[in-house]
């Protein structure tokens, strides 16, 4: 489990009254913030995989927020977006929750809306981490094993016997429980449905 | 009478006679040749007699005339005009020319000669053809104009028309159309118009000019159609005698014309509507920002204030945030209201070099201090007459601008060259801002005076529309200077105090 005390709120916005206000609610909250001005010094500072989310103005002089959210998804930087709007256009939100965004709020916001939103948003970044770290940990599992074991993987997620496996690779009965024992020891899957959810997260599926 | 005709020769009757003539012998050789006969064929005299007349005729001639020649000599009889196919003459240039050609032998003792009429037929022919072009272009083009012809004489009082006249009035053909008749189908409101335009032709002091636009209730069918009159008055001995013109239907170029019209005027709807829009959504944009500002301060503060300890930093932080953003605010709406009203303004003797120090002062406490100012002020300027706030304003917009431009263009504390001195010109101080940004296209230099144009995307675009409102207001002009290639430049004047 991650402590919300990790994480950090960044909040991009070019009006410095908002930065300023924004910033003291959050820190209110005994959350970590960090503000930028424009999207392009928000960018040059942001890590891959950092624990929080980022809280962004649409409408900003250079690159726009929704500009911002797709330079984010195309480097692979899996952060939450909430973004901030001074009138809440609906096809501008739609467009902006499709892309990943976790919420869509209009200007002036309530300090309970915006810390809502912003708890969520932390929430989703850890699940997103999780899922990030899981996947990263089954790929690296699944690296170890040879093309063979692969296949008897394959078959054994999806919950042929031993006896069927060794027939459709034509080799022994003995040798598939060779195999399926090294894919364990290997994997660290403690049973087969261990297994099969290793092989989902690694991004192999059927 | 009679006798004194006989004396006449066959030579003097020759030379006189209007149609080139020949005279042949029986060799083929030119004896003589008439006058006409020397210009048609444009010989001299001397030249053309003794030629063989084969010389008179095309080369691809030559073989059928030496048959023709031998069967001639064994019959030779008259051949008059017409009867042949169409010849052609050798002219001495080369050219040919198309003949008819009338042969009459004449028998003497000694031999046969011939005489030789040619009558060329390509003037006639091309006259006639001309004509008749002529016509018929005219008729195609009447009827591809539409156009009615119309001749009134008023000496006899009648009024000729052809055939599209009497169809846009809807007389038959035949019908002779009495003045009367003719004022009957025009639309009574048109009538005065029209009537004004003939008394302007009748004028003797003018050109003569007819020009009229009515409506024509047509006799026959009862439909009205839109009638373009134009003509031309002929005076007599200082009286408008007939008018002649051309009348056409312009009904549909009418209706064309009262389409675009009301499409104008809902264009223009349209576009009022727009501004409107346009106003609004930035007056909302300019006030909902620090409204937001002061939204969130204040719940910052009433958090302080819940909390078991205060941290009177926050507090005094989010309080001083709260009163800031309500001044923005405040005087955002000012500003618009200043440009929307353009109210009384209190003008002051003041010196220009302090008013622009003070702008600068502005503009570093509004955040846009992030240059590097170099000042070329005039200690001897004379003192300048305005509104001392409202000139700061139109400063501290050029440089909020220049900051912004050389901004986005990430070039971080450029210099921004001021320059005060007096305009000889107009005999007032001029204040220019240069900086050191990307400068302008023409197309958006062209537009930044115009209200909402804005190249930010959260500008409000009124910057320079206001501050250009805001010189004019005191006396003086904003303008950008058109070199915009080593960034942009703006100049403004401002009086001096009498």
Known sequence: MMNISDAIVFIVDDEAAIRDSLTLMIAQENIAVKAYGSAESFLAACQAERFGCAVIDIRMPGMDGMQLQDALSKRNILMPVIFLTGHGDIPMSVKAMKAGAVDFLTKPVTRERLLNSVRAAIQESEKILQQSANHKDAQSRLAELTDREQDVMMLAIQGYPNKEIARHLGISHRTVEIHKSKIMFKTGATNLLDLARIAHESGLNN | ?498
């Open chain 2, 1 to 498: 009478m009679t006798q004194s005709l006989k004396d006449l020769s066959f030579q003097a009757l020759f030379d006189v006679a209007a149609d080139a003539m020949l005279l042949i012998d029986a060799t083929g050789h030119v004896v003589l040749a008439n006058v006409a006969a020397q210009e048609l064929l444009e010989y001299p005299e001397a030249d053309i007699c003794g030629l063989d007349v084969s010389a008179l005729m095309p080369l691809r001639y030559r073989d059928h005339h030496m048959d023709f020649m031998a069967a001639y000599s064994r019959k030779p009889e008259q051949r008059a005009m017409g009867s042949g196919k169409v010849l052609f003459a050798l002219r001495r240039d080369g050219q040919e020319i198309s003949v008819d050609i009338a042969l009459s032998p004449i028998h003497t003792k000694e031999q046969l000669f011939t005489l030789v009429t040619l009558y060329p037929t390509d003037r006639r022919r091309a006259a006639e053809e001309a004509l008749r072009v002529s016509e018929e272009r005219l008729r195609l083009a009447k009827q591809a104009a539409g156009l009615g012809v119309f001749d009134f004489d008023a000496n006899h009082n009648v009024l000729h028309w052809d055939e599209k006249m009497r169809e846009l009035w809807g007389a038959e053909t035949n019908e002779s159309v009495s003045y009367k008749r003719f004022l009957t189908a025009i639309h009574p409101d048109d009538r005065a118009a029209r009537l004004a335009a003939l008394d302007r032709a009748i004028d003797i002091a003018g050109n003569g000019e007819f020009n009229a636009e009515y409506r024509v209730t047509n006799l026959h069918d009862g439909s009205e159609r839109w009638v373009s009159a134009i003509g031309q008055m002929h005076f007599e001995d200082g009286h408008a005698t007939r008018l002649v013109g051309v009348a056409r239907d312009i009904t549909e170029h009418k209706s064309f014309e009262k389409k675009m019209q009301d499409h104008r005027a809902e264009t223009e709807t349209l576009f009022t509507q727009q501004v409107a829009a346009q106003t609004v959504s930035a007056i909302a944009h300019e006030l909902n920002q620090p409204l937001a500002a002061i939204s969130a301060y204040s719940e910052v503060a009433l958090h302080v204030l819940e909390s078991d300890t205060i941290y009177p930093d926050n507090l005094k932080r989010a309080l001083k945030g709260c009163v800031e953003q309500s001044q923005r605010a405040g005087q955002s709406l000012h500003e618009l209201l200043a440009f929307l009203q353009k109210g009384d303004l209190v003008k002051t003797r003041l010196n220009i070099n302090e008013v622009v120090k003070e702008a600068l002062g502005i503009a570093k406490n509004n955040g846009y201090g992030a240059f590097n100012p170099k000042l070329h002020l005039d200690p001897n300027i004379p003192l300048v007459i305005g509104n001392r706030i409202q000139i700061q304003k139109v400063l501290v917009n050029l440089l909020r601008n220049a900051v912004e431009a050389m901004r986005g263009a990430k070039m971080p504390s450029s210099p921004i060259s001021i320059t005060v001195r007096t305009n000889p010109e107009v005999n007032m101080a001029h204040v220019t801002v240069q900086d050191n940004g990307p400068g302008l296209d023409r197309e958006i230099a062209g537009r930044v005076f115009e209200p909402f144009f804005t190249t930010k995307p959260t500008g409000i675009g009124m910057g320079l529309a206001i501050s250009r409102a805001l010189t004019e207001a005191n006396g003086g002009q904003l303008w950008l200077d058109p070199d915009t290639s080593n960034g942009a430049t703006f100049h403004f004047t401002i009086p001096f105090a009498p």
